[in-house]
């Protein structure tokens, strides 16, 4: 298995595409998050706003340059050939996509964390310069809040789901751009759908969808209106990354390279 991860770390970090990626991710991320934050104004916002989920609102965008690596991270090797070099060398097919997994989470998580840290930074100083500050009833964003942890943490896990979850979409379904489609549609296409219908199968849509449960996880006020509950939210995601993965593991166990 050592050797398994070695390779495929070696593959990930000598791509200059998913170094790229990588910095896409904090980019898209804390730039989404930077805007969002400095357009709000306390004067057309309610005191249901939370603060802290505004400021980190830039994984919207930043998930779909993680599910974008995550995908590569396979469908590239099914596009190039290189797959079957890698099945050569180690013909056990479940470490091998555990191993990208693994890689996976681990450089998502960094980039996440450091994107996560950018947009709370960001959102400490900009929203009380829009008026979203302990004068107009906001609390100052402040990583000394258990709840601005959970969801800082929360949301580095999300980006790590959502790339796991994309790697099993990818590896069942080979190709770079129909597999991008399918997370995307996965992604966003409920969240529209509960919106237009509304109502309590809209309210369950938003409990189901792997987004609209997944970022449950960024509330720190007014829990009580939620769909869902924060840390069911991140329980309902890890199930679509975890059945994603075991349906990932089975195709490659059964079909050929």
């Known amino acids: ?23 896409g991710i904090v980019a898209a991320t804390v730039g989404v998050g930077a805007a969002a934050g400095g357009l709000t104004d306390s004067s057309g916002v309610n005191h249901a706003v939370d603060a802290t989920k505004l400021s980190l609102s830039g994984v919207y965008l930043g998930q779909l340059v993680v599910a974008t690596l995550a995908v590569v991270a396979i469908s590239e090797e099914y596009a190039t050939g290189m797959i079957r070099v890698t099945l050569t060398a180690a013909p056990r097919r479940g470490p091998v996509l555990l191993a990208k997994a693994a890689i996976l989470t681990g450089v998502t998580g960094v980039a996440g964390l450091v994107a996560v840290a950018g ?7 900009t929203l009380p310069a829009n008026g979203l500050d302990p004068a ?9 809040s258990g709840s601005t942890i959970t969801a800082a943490m929360g949301t580095v896990l999300y ?3 959502i790339g796991l979850f994309s790697l099993g979409i ?12 399918i997370v995307t549609a996965l992604l966003y296409g409920p969240a529209l759908l509960a919106h237009i219908v509304g109502g309590s199968l809209g309210r369950r849509v938003e409990q189901l969808a792997p987004m609209t449960a997944g970022l449950a ?10 769909p869902i509950q924060p840390l069911a939210g991140i329980g309902v995601l890890s199930i679509w990354a975890i059945a994603s993965l075991l349906l990932a593991a089975t195709a490659l166990r059964l079909r050929d390279a």
């Open 119 to 125: 947009e709370l930074a960001i959102g400490r100083y």
């Open 217 to 226: 996880i960024q509330a720190t006020t007014h829990l009580q209106t939620l």
């Open 170 to 181: 990818a590896t069942m379904i080979r190709d770079t751009g129909v597999a991008v489609g």
């Open 1 to 23: 298995m050592r050797t398994v991860l070695h390779a495929e770390w070696t593959k990930l970090r000598t791509l200059a595409s998913n170094v790229w990626l990588l910095l």
């Open 136 to 144: 107009h009833g906001y609390a100052l964003i402040s990583l000394g």
């Open 159 to 161: 980006m790590a789901l």
